[in-house]
């Protein structure tokens, strides 16, 4: 079994920085696929960066060029590390892992970026 947990989200002034972190239990986390989806209120949820086992990394254009993805194998962490947030950035944070044997959600942490 997968357990994810999330840290590091606030309420943060419009340019400014956060970075969340996601602890991972259970096996084969270095063979998964990372990520982080998002969903704002009365949005449906979007996936805003992953990383697969092989490195390759994907972000959501609206993120493009100011969320760094990033794991750690060896203490299974993910990491997201999201710059010049904008209040269009405010959202729930999830914390994703798919391995060969399904999908996994962190519960959330709450990212609020004020005008």
């Known amino acids: 079994q997968v357990q994810l947990v999330e840290s590091g989200g606030g309420l943060v002034q419009a340019g400014g920085s956060l970075r969340l972190s996601c602890a991972a239990s259970?096996?084969?986390?270095?063979?998964?696929?990372v990520g982080w989806y998002r969903q704002a209120p009365g949005k449906q949820r979007e996936l805003a960066a992953y990383?697969?086992?092989?490195?390759?990394?994907h972000y959501l254009n609206a993120v493009q060029g100011r969320f760094t993805i990033s794991r750690d194998n060896v203490k299974k962490m993910v990491f997201l590390e999201m710059n010049s947030l904008n209040p269009e950035d405010t959202a729930v944070y999830f914390c994703?892992?798919?391995?060969?044997?399904?999908?996994?959600w962190g519960q959330g942490t709450q990212v609020t970026v004020s005008s």
């Open positions: 990383e697969t086992s092989g490195s390759t990394i």
């Open positions: 259970g096996d084969m986390f270095g063979n998964s696929t």
């Open positions: 994703y892992l798919r391995r060969v044997d399904g999908e996994y």
